[in-house]
């Protein structure tokens, strides 16, 4: 049995570039996911931004909601439409945003 011999060569560079890369764009994806996430949980607890409770919606928006047939009782979330719209979207390397719904 004949061993050919393996010739490997890498430039560290160009290594030390892409892993730099890849754990800034996981990093990246990593924290918009979780800020969607945080996001909607907060929308479900009935939280602002700043971790503060909103405000209980008034009594006629709770008729207004009735009327269009929606039951919750919950502020800023009528059919959860605009909180399940909430997802990373991905604009290009090592760049991610939160895509929603638009309202008002």
Do not use: H
Not at 5 to 12: G, T
Not at 68 to 97: C, E, F, H, V, W
């Amino acid at each position: 049995m004949q061993i050919k011999s393996v010739k490997i060569s890498f430039d560290p560079r160009k290594l030390e570039k892409e892993l730099k890369s890849k754990l800034i764009d996981e990093t990246m994806q990593n924290y918009t996911d979780m800020v969607a996430k945080t996001t909607k949980s907060d929308l479900e607890s009935g939280k602002d931004i700043y971790g503060e409770t909103l405000e209980p919606i008034r009594p006629v928006t709770r008729e207004i909601r009735q009327l269009r047939g929606y039951n919750g009782t919950k502020p800023l979330i009528q059919s959860g439409d605009m909180k399940n719209s909430i997802k990373t979207k991905k604009l290009g390397k090592n760049k991610y945003a939160l895509d929603a719904i638009s309202y008002g």
